[in-house]
């Protein structure tokens, strides 16, 4: 957790013991962990030592905002939230409908440090325009969360080619044509088992201990589709009828688990637009590097929940959300986004094609 000049400053003067728990310099301060246990080293039998001892206000921004994440368009300040806190994920999967509106309101703290994502080309409000008609198109109803993020997809890798400039004029047109044509794909028959390897890179990057739930989630990927993960080499060794395993995996979900898991699929989808203020914020620098990040995202918790049912028959609220939940922690709050490209180049998923046919596994 990073902890911002303003919150040294007070240590300093105030309550110069709290510097020991910190490290790292500038933008790169942030609170120390234990070296045994991974958690912070304020962590105190499930509370936060410093929340305790000194209150709230002593808390750094990360620390008192978390789950909350706060970002501008100018003169528009958005807060929103993140699915790697457990409540998060359980309200955007199964809270209010309307748990995405815009609603208007007072900020009891904001960051000290706030970046604005607002494009020199664009006012505020067609900044937060196109914004809006992104997570729009993505609450479609009647639509499988699959077509609703291809239309995404097409149109994010066109506005990389375009000038900002005329974002807001094309946008609407964009997204209709993307809903209308949306292009054939070949599925490429590694590609599950290439989503579990990328999962575990990513994860041994984070150098993090393994928690037990994204364990779990590993483990039962692992038996659904017969694959075998090494450690301490990061190879995937897969069993002789893993494919076949992946097939009937995938019959399986077509005829009894895809539309009972569509609406929640489709919810995490616009959950994660809206949270990422898409597309002008997000993990990568660009659209296309931002809708490249979530597909794989959004392909990884599809294949974690088609496994869970592969393996237990059903996947339960709980489960659900503790998939949703501890993959958001590895991919979203702690993963490299420039070590997750370089990982998606390898796979050949930065393609728009090959990033499609990824989208359409187990959906042909």
């Known amino acids: 957790m990073q902890v911002e000049s303003g919150t ?4 300093q003067a105030q309550a110069p013991e709290l510097l020991t728990a910190i490290e790292g310099e500038g933008a790169d301060c942030h609170m120390r962990r234990d070296a045994q246990s991974g958690y912070c080293v304020k962590f105190d039998k499930g509370l936060c030592g410093i929340h305790k001892q000194y209150g709230a206000d002593y808390l750094s921004d990360a620390c008192y905002l978390y789950p909350r994440v706060t970002r501008t368009l100018g003169e528009h300040t958005l807060m929103s939230a993140t699915l790697s806190c457990p409540e998060i994920a359980r309200l955007a999967l199964y809270g209010p409908e309307n748990g995405l509106a815009l609603k208007t309101g007072e900020f009891a703290r904001l960051p000290q440090e706030i970046k604005d994502y607002l494009p020199t080309e ?5 900044a937060l325009a196109v914004h809006r008609a992104f997570v729009d198109s993505a609450a479609l109803q009647n639509a499988s969360a699959e077509s609703l993020l291809s239309t995404i997809i097409t149109v994010a890798f066109a506005f990389t080619r375009l000038p900002v400039a005329s974002w807001p004029e094309a946008v609407e047109f964009y997204i209709a044509q993307a809903q209308k044509n ?12 290439n989503v579990l390897h990328a999962l575990a890179g990513l994860i041994v990057a984070t150098r993090t201990p393994l928690a037990e739930r994204i364990s779990a989630i590993l483990n039962t990927m692992q038996q659904a589709l017969g694959a075998t993960l090494t450690w301490e080499t990061m190879q995937i060794g ?19 688990y895809a539309a009972l898991y569509n609406p929640l699929l489709a919810r995490w989808l616009r959950f994660q637009l809206a949270a990422s203020l898409f ?8 659209p296309a590097e931002r809708i490249i990040i979530l597909t794989v995202r959004f392909v990884t918790l599809r294949l974690s929940l088609m496994c869970e049912c592969a393996v237990h028959g059903q996947a339960s ?3 659900i959300v503790r998939n949703a939940q501890s993959l958001a922690r590895i ?6 986004p420039a070590f997750s490209l370089n990982i998606y180049t390898e796979t050949g998923w930065i393609q728009e094609r090959r990033l499609q046919a990824l989208l359409s596994l187990g959906q042909k």
């Open 317 to 319: 609220p709980e489960i």
């Open 238 to 256: 897969l069993a002789e009828d893993s494919a076949q395993r992946y097939e009937a995996m995938c019959a399986a979900w077509k005829t009894q």
């Open 182 to 193: 949306q292009a054939a794909t070949q599925p490429v028959p590694e590609d599950p088992f």
């Open 331 to 336: 991919l979203d709050h702690i993963g490299d």
């Open 8 to 11: 040294r400053q007070r240590w």
């Open 122 to 126: 664009l006012t505020p409000d067609q």
């Open 279 to 286: 597309p002008f914020s997000g993990l990568g620098a660009t």
